[in-house]
């Protein structure tokens, strides 16, 4: 914890029309020192004690003295139970020393919530979240009262006091016409000289007052941001595998210590900093180094906390563990979120900066042929710059702060802009149109094989394996106090299953595509009883041994009770086109096309490069395309999409390729996602509007001689201030996810319950496409681009016919 916090809320590029003054930088400095002195005294507790008050089924009452401790971020807490996968509500009340968590019931779900609440991370104890003062408006009251005061002084005292306070900013604009060239000091600077050289010591300290109150705005802006770090990013892995005395054992990461050896596999987040034992290993990067292609690594190779592992299995040996490197990840998050400029933001600032100079030149004109110092003072108060420049950041921070606060990250400015565009949202199934909870419903063994022999050996296989197939039979296996049979050499197949080695004999689990199609084994035999799971809207898994089939597992997922509703808000905020990606069986997926109308377009029996190569053709058509995933199998889809998405519980990998990641799995912050979007560029471009009309009428009427220098210090930074309270309000308001009554009505559609009758005809319908086949797809149309400020609902006429005809 060498560095301050604070530090990441200095603003990387502070606009120059409201530089502080000497004064307020010593302010910052000042505060800064606080916080990091405060934060020193600050004692996190590592290990509270918390008791249950009460229990119910679904619902714990506990109490805790850590709850009132001062230094407790209670959002960063919040943010970290709510993060928990199978928790719906909490309520955390400080005075009565309480939180009240509703969660799913399951056991496993309390565990880890017990497990959460009483190894607090050493980041939920932050003095300085709690005792930042909000900014302070008094110099800005006081350089008001001053220049409403000035008629009223003694001409000395008027004299003094006006150079006194003005010295500062012309001192500015001296230096930086020097430094850089004309810039908005420069602007403000000659425009209180020009009003001091005339005697007007009101306009002159009227205009320094506007100053002081814009930085005010700003510093309140700022400290928004300020609450936006405390609550972003919660920590994605809790749990590792640690190499201790030949065995490796699941550990929480508070506990692997320096020197410990981690084990890594694919698609899991590399949890310390350290060098590799044992292993070799493709390691994505991308969030350290903005690398995008993967890094070999091998033994003696150094990785990274916050690499994601692409490919293989490593085993490292820690050199840095603990709050240092998560948090340094966290830090890193944040940063790039609130730093990163858009694109759209770079030009319209670099259009501001353009117009200072122009600006100047008119002044310069006007009292070359005017001689009329006034005016020309009228006209320098005038600038665009800071309206433009500010009201973007401010936007964006607070609407990336809103959006935070309704459980959306978003990765920065760019991430918000790009989602605006997007006129295509595409979807994997499991895990995010489904809950992606699956349960095992049958178990069908052939030959001899009892159904817990069955089991068992799948389970076996499955224990590493971070999917939700594969945690659904392993959890099914622990339900049935099962004793997994001793496994070695298991390999992970990516989108078709796990191979593993049981007493010399290899066992497989996973597609129908897998063991008949890569491993020659003859599923003929299951033929039948698979479709009729599949028919009943399960998915199913094969499982053989030396080379024979052994079994079925089938499993049981359900439609997330929000989809139709979210669907249905997402198609009103512009989203022309919904296609679902999945890498399961044919069947499967229009199961879920016949569950939810709403889908134009459902693609089956993809691997993970035919999910990028699917967005790929919708991007060629002119398409822009968002693509919601879970799961380490999406981060090629995640890449390609314009935008990426990753659901909370997904794979790390898919996290790291996500610009917004959804920190609860409900869709509704998917809507969340696509209104915050449109509605801070919406915002934007009315502060922009805003800005160029005003200051251009302004201008007009300075260079008319119409204004005097104070009128038109007072339209422009009013309006100033006024466009970033707008910029602050609009983009900051809290997102509310427009979904409809439908969404409490709607009955949950399990898969199971829409099995069609017609099954049957329908697969002869799709019989001639083998694998990978598509059911229905047609490229996005250039016709769907839309307008960015265009939130109308689209008719969809033609999705909708080409739908009819392929699922009636
Ligand atoms: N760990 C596993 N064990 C067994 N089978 C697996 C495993 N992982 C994948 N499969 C099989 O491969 C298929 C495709 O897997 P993939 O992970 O691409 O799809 P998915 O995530 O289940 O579906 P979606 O892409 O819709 O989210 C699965 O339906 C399953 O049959
Ligand atoms: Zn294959």
Known sequence: MSTPRAKTVLPTNRPACIEPAAAGGERRVTRRTESFV????????????????NEQPKRLRLRGRVLAHPCLDLAYLRALLAALSGVDALRINKGAHSVVVDYDGR???????????????ADA??????REQPPDPFRAIATS??????????????????WTLAAPTIAKGATTLIEDGVRVDVLDGSAKLLSLLRGD??????IGALL???EYVEATSEQRSNALLQRLLTPQTDTVWVHRDGVETKVPIAEVQLGDTVACGPGELIPVDGRVSDGEAAVDQASLTGESLPVPV???SPVLSGSVIHEGHIRIQAEQVGAETSMARINRFLETALRSRSTGETRSAKLADKLVPLTFATGLGVFALTRDLARAASVLTVDYSCAIKLSNPVAVRSSLYAASRAGVLFKGAQALEDLDRVDTLVLDKTGTLTTGDMQVADLIPFGDLPEDALLALAAGAEEHYDHPVARAVVAEAAARALALPPISQVDFIVAHGVSAYVDDARVLVGSRHFLEDDEGVDCTAADAVSSSLYGAGKSVLFVARAGRLVGLIALRDRIRPEAPAALAALKALGVARTVVLTGDHRDAGRALARALPMIDAVHWELKPEDKAGAIDEIKAAGGCVAFLGDGVNDAPALVSADVGISMPNGADLAREAAQVVLMRPELDGLVTAFATARRTQAVLKRSAVAAFGINTATMGLAVGGLLPPVAAATIHNGSTVGILGYAALGGGRRPRPALGPSSTSATTPALAASAPGDAAGERSAAAGSAQASVLHFEPATAAAAREPDDHQPRPNAAATEVRDADFA
């Open 201 to 206: 010591f009101f306009t002159a300290n009227a």
């Open 38 to 53: 405060s934060r020193r005294r600050c004692h996190p507790v590592a290990k509270p004690v918390f008791r249950i008050v």
């Open 125 to 130: 104890f932050r003095p300085d979240a709690v």
């Open 298 to 300: 091998t033994v003696g």
């Open 107 to 121: 056991a496993a779900t309390r565990t880890r919530l017990l497990q959460a609440l009483t190894n607090l991370p």
């Open 212 to 214: 002081d109150w814009g």
């Open 145 to 162: 009262v001053l220049a409403l005061a000035t008629p009223l002084l003694p001409l000395p005292l008027r004299l003094a006091v006006s």
